[in-house]
Nanobody, 122 residues
Framework: VQLVESGGGMVQPGGSLRLSCTAS??????????MSWVRQAPGKGPEWVSS????????FYSDSVKGRFTISRDNAKNTVYLQMNNLKPEDTGLYYC??????????????WGQGTQVTVSS
């Protein structure tokens, strides 16, 4: 299974970014996979950010992003998104798309993509 993230970049505090992750690979059925986003700040361990069920609901968020980030998916495009609003400097890090749901995904590195960098700085 290949997960390819895109959409990262540098923004000022209060700005927005939309991350995308497209899944592909033999034997992988996107429509039956819960998906998540994980991030890792410089010098810190991975942090679970959000998860989404196969059908798009329910969705789950860490307390640190709740109310600012929105996860969604388009099963026709094998793609999961993370809309990030009101970004803060502490949101800086590498953002990874991951197969599976819940905080447990931070322990299964083999299920992550390669990551996309998000930098929030003035």
């Amino acid at each position: 299974v290949q997960l390819v993230e895109s959409g990262g970049g540098m923004v000022q505090p209060g700005g927005s970014l939309r991350l995308s992750c497209t899944a592909s690979g033999p034997g992988f059925t996107f429509t039956t996979a819960d998906m998540s986003w994980v991030r890792q700040a410089p010098g810190k361990g991975p942090e679970w950010v959000s998860s989404i069920n196969t059908g798009g609901v329910p969705t789950f968020y860490s307390d640190s992003v709740k109310g600012r980030f929105t996860i969604s998916r388009d099963n026709a495009k094998n793609t999961v998104y993370l809309q990030m609003n009101n970004l803060k400097p502490e949101d800086t890090g590498l953002y990874y798309c991951a197969r599976g749901a819940g905080a447990v995904v931070i322990h299964i590195r083999a299920y992550w993509g390669q990551g996309t960098q998000v930098t929030v700085s003035s």
